[in-house]
């Protein structure tokens, strides 16, 4: 039996290289494979492989002092949902620009970022104050566009980088005195946003702890979430029951779908929102017309 372990954890690293060659070989040496992360700042993974390896693989990396009590989460897949183990050292675990500047880590996580809710304490506080709580999404647009928490904010972010810009925008003015519960695929993303959001005025700032992961495991489709989740796989998108909603639209149809293809224009690295229908006229699965303009020019 196979699974994907997803991780993080916000920790300081005194020597990240020799972490990331150790990570490197434990990871090799259990067959598995994903993308594993180490910085100065800490750790993160999304793993995949047979269950018993995964098993070795949690209680090795949690006797780093640092990583003792990181937070596993499970989920469906398995090692051939990943095209191989990558383990790279990079400056920033998300990739904002010059985030090293927005917040600083310590033993204890992100210094100064929103207070993290369980999915129960985040029903509980929309019950409490109502429409004084928001939700904001901290991912890029293209992944709310299939999935999102009903009525959230969305941000025009097309990568991690747009954020400081989006955040520094006059946009959000109007919910800067409310109760905003940020969220994000496994909750990485939010554990820095939050912490730029409160240097940027917001006042009351939550993060959804383990993300929408975390969220789905205990409501699924039956709670304030609406849709499929994207991932960054060869699954490409995840449903957490037979009943998800589907809200995403067709790029040229508009009809509902969750599916994201590659645009056929291998030079582009952007991905097309398209139905089942659409999918099956070659002239559709381009980004732009400018991508297909393109590959017939190379043809």
Known sequence: ??????????????DPQTVTLWQKTLADGLDLRGRILVSDHGLNGTVG????????????????PGFKD???????????????????????LVGFKNSDDEFAVDENGVVGGGVHLKPKQVHELVEKYGDDVVFFDGRNAHEASI???????????????????????????DIKNKKVVTYCTGGIRCEVISAMMKKRGFTDVYQIDGG?????????????????????DDRMTVNFSDHAKTIGECT????????????????????????ETCKT???LLYHTEECKQKMEVRV
């Open 1 to 14: 039996m196979q699974k994907i372990l997803l991780y993080y954890k916000f920790t300081p690293i005194k």
């Open 49 to 64: 492989g047979d269950i018993n390896d995964l098993k070795k693989y949690v209680k090795e990396t949690k006797k780093f």
């Open 70 to 92: 990181i937070v596993f989460k499970w989920s469906d897949g398995g090692r051939d949902d990943f095209p191989r183990m990558s383990v790279k050292h990079r400056r920033e």
């Open 147 to 173: 999935g999102k928490f009903k009525n959230a904010y969305v941000p025009n972010t097309d990568t991690s980088r747009d954020f400081i810009a989006e955040l520094e925008s006059d946009k959000y003015d």
């Open 212 to 232: 929408i992961v975390k969220y789905g495991e205990a409501y699924g489709d039956d709670g304030l979430w609406e849709g499929a989740l994207r991932v960054f």
């Open 252 to 275: 040229h149809c508009t009809g509902k779908t969750s599916n994201f293809e590659n645009c056929a224009n291998p030079n582009c690295n952007s991905l097309v929102l398209i139905c």
């Open 281 to 283: 006229n070659p002239d």
